[in-house]
């Protein structure tokens, strides 16, 4: 009796220790090229060819930043945060308006409309990306950052409705029906009852939205052309074809981009990685 | 009296309709601008013989989709999508059932294994495609560096089109395995903990608790992680574009990337439309299937 006990925590201590030493190698291959990325980047252009990718680089070096802002790295991100806020208000605001009648209202076609927009969260975006090109060019609207406004809105409407729609589901009903009591309209009912109580909905939509806007690449790509009227994500791109044989300056370029991400992540870990994983309940 | 009642009823259902109405309006109509009408639009352009410049496009009827039921490059395309989508299923979901199990039965002191697995879901796919051309360039990239440590020669996974695609698919398990990951241990959540101290009594262990309670009960977890990897295999586009941009060769070549370079690049947008609309009900076929098979077998706990 004795005997079998040890041999069970021994074998549990062993495979402990196994499962120990595979998860620390995947914090590894996870984090690996995220440090060759930020080593490199303070490297010089030659000190990484002649020291190979692996050393230190020999002192702080921040001259590579240096001319990566002094480029025209800040109007990029200006371009991004405008996009952004604009893109994610609206969007936040028209679901929030479309979720309340899916969620608390008895219609006829309410099941349909639900379905329907629910059905476009498998669409691909090419399918829309000429017609949308064409749209933006006879609006004159390519190549502003405004053309982008409109498909980032569209594209993330069925994930927030869908998201909000089941959250506002989950408010009580009696709390709408004191309010009724109370003398209060359906549409006062959303902004001073329905609206306040969806918030932790909101916000977690805000950054799940938020990150994938400023992520976002192929409309920004196909709907803007100079560098003045792109985005973020695109900096990368007009800096390679600048410094394409400079790869530390692009390892600079890369990490500022990410940068954004890694300073919401250390100031608000759980929410990103809740916000982030919003997507979770589609399907 | 009643035919009062009924009245005020209808009253009421008309007033609750208006509002219903124009609550939906915003969305409604930006989805109709945005997503249907370009469907449509879509379909209609995949009849013309189209520069997207010219004014006056030739209408060519059904050539185009004939076209691409013949298009090798299409079908190529649409291979590797499907083993991008196959491979991604069973690489990134059990490995992000395994680190969300070894989270889980750790507990507090595992979490920052779950910080650092999370960290390349703050990258943007772009950032990634491009981080990783360099760490896997023939000289100077990782893997060039560490086989030259043991002594071999540079290793060009990138270039050789026997190894591309599954470069380009290892690239896209380390972007989203953490995002399994995340999803598992929410999954977790919802197995109860009087489920876990129920069977400990029971005198189950943490491997058996693990293959005969927990697991079944991730089930539905992972069912639609698994939809959500095929979706989103099969509009795979950001990484593979900026990485390898289809080749060498069509090797990488996906769907999507197809249908951009032939739109936008060579301008040919009667057949890019084609394209794009063949890969629209490819898609919408596949997912219907694939939840018509998952949903029709429902089983509750």
Redesign the interface.
């Known amino acids: 009796m004795e005997g079998t006990y040890r041999k069970?925590r021994m074998k549990?201590r062993i495979?402990w220790v196994i499962?120990t030493i595979?998860?620390v190698i995947?914090?590894i291959?996870?984090?690996?090229?995220?440090i060759?990325?930020v080593m490199n980047s303070f490297k010089g252009k030659f000190e990484?060819?002649t020291k190979?990718?692996?050393a230190l680089p020999e002192k702080l070096d921040f001259t590579n930043y240096k001319e990566v802002l002094e480029g025209n790295f800040f109007s990029y991100f200006l371009n991004s945060v405008i996009v952004l806020v604009v893109s994610l208000l609206i969007l936040l605001l028209?679901?929030a308006?479309?979720s309340?009648?899916?969620s608390r209202?008895?219609?006829?076609l309410?099941g349909f409309?639900y379905a329907v927009?629910v059905a476009?969260m498998?669409?691909?975006?090419?399918?829309?990306?000429?017609?949308?090109?064409?749209?933006s060019q006879t609006l004159h609207l390519y190549d502003s950052i405004w053309a982008l406004i409109?498909?980032y809105?569209?594209?993330n409407?069925p994930i927030s409705?869908f998201i909000l729609t089941s959250f506002m589901q989950q408010i009580p009903k009696e709390i709408e029906e004191a309010a009724t009591i109370d003398g209060c309209g359906?549409?006062r009912m959303?902004f001073s009852v329905i609206l306040p109580m969806a918030k932790p909905g909101l916000s977690t939509l805000a950054i799940y939205n938020g990150v994938n806007m400023?992520?976002e690449?192929?409309f920004g790509y196909?709907l803007t052309q100079s560098r003045g009227n792109r985005t973020l994500?695109?900096a990368?791109?007009e800096f390679?074809g600048q410094y394409s044989m400079n790869?530390p300056m692009?390892?600079s370029v890369?990490t500022l981009?990410?940068l954004p991400?890694?300073i919401l992540?250390i100031f608000a870990?759980d929410k990103l990685?809740k916000g982030?994983?919003a997507?979770?309940?589609?399907? | 009296m009643k035919k009062g009642e009924s009245l005020l009823a209808q009253k009421r259902?008309k007033?609750?309709?208006r509002?219903?109405a124009i609550?939906?309006a915003?969305?409604?109509i930006?989805?109709v601008?945005?997503?249907f009408?370009?469907?449509l639009?879509?379909f209609r352009?995949s009849g013309f013989d189209w520069n997207?410049i010219s004014s006056n496009p030739k209408f060519i009827g059904l050539d185009n989709w004939a076209k691409l039921f013949q298009d090798e490059k299409f079908w190529t395309a649409f291979l590797n999508n499907i083993k991008v989508m196959i491979l991604s299923i069973l690489i990134q979901i059990p490995?992000g059932i395994?680190?969300a199990t070894?989270v889980e039965f750790a507990g507090k002191k595992?979490t920052i294994?779950?910080?650092?697995?999370?960290?390349?879901?703050?990258?943007?796919?772009?950032?990634i495609g491009?981080?990783?051309t360099?760490?896997l360039a023939t000289n100077?990239?990782?893997i060039s560096?560490i086989s030259q440590l043991l002594g071999g020669g540079n290793v060009d996974l990138l270039g050789n089109p026997k190894t591309a695609l599954y470069a380009v698919i290892g690239v896209i398990a380390?972007q989203f395995t953490?995002?399994y990951m995340?999803?598992c241990v929410?999954g977790y959540t919802n197995v109860s903990e009087e489920v876990y101290e129920a069977s400990v009594i029971d005198g189950a262990?943490?491997?058996q608790y693990f293959w005969h309670i927990a697991l079944p009960l991730l089930k539905p977890t992972i069912?639609?992680?698994a939809?959500?990897s095929m979706?989103g295999s099969?509009?795979y586009?950001?990484l593979v574009y900026?990485m390898t941009g289809g080749g060498p060769g069509s090797s990488t070549e996906l769907?999507?990337t197809y249908?951009?370079k032939l739109?936008?690049a060579q301008f040919n947008?009667g057949y890019?439309?084609a394209v794009?609309?063949g890969?629209?009900i490819l898609?919408?076929l596949i997912?219907l299937v694939t939840?018509r098979i998952l949903n029709g077998k429902k089983e509750d706990y």
């Not at chain 2, 294994?113 to 950032?127: E, G, Q, Y």
């Open positions: 069970n549990s495979s499962a595979l998860a995947a914090v291959i996870s984090i690996a090229p995220f060759f990325m990484m060819l190979g990718v692996f028209i679901s308006f479309a309340y009648p899916l209202f008895k219609f006829k309410n409309v927009i476009c498998s669409i691909p975006v090419h399918i829309t990306l000429i017609p949308i090109f064409k749209m409109g498909p809105v569209a594209m409407i409705v359906k549409v959303f400023w992520n690449f192929i196909t994500p695109l990368v791109w390679q790869t692009i390892m890369l981009t990410v991400m890694i992540f870990q990685i982030m994983a997507g979770a309940v589609k399907g | 259902q007033d609750t309709n509002v219903a609550f939906l915003p969305v409604v930006l989805l601008i945005y997503i009408y370009p469907i639009e879509t352009v997207g490995l395994a680190m070894f595992s294994f779950k910080i650092l697995w999370f960290i390349p879901m703050l990258m943007s796919s772009v950032a491009f981080l990783f360099y760490a100077g990239g990782i560096s380390w953490p995002f995340v999803y929410a262990n943490k491997r069912k639609s992680a939809i959500l979706v099969l509009k586009f950001d900026v769907m999507a249908m951009y739109s936008f947008m890019g439309s794009a609309g890969m629209f898609i919408s997912s939840m």
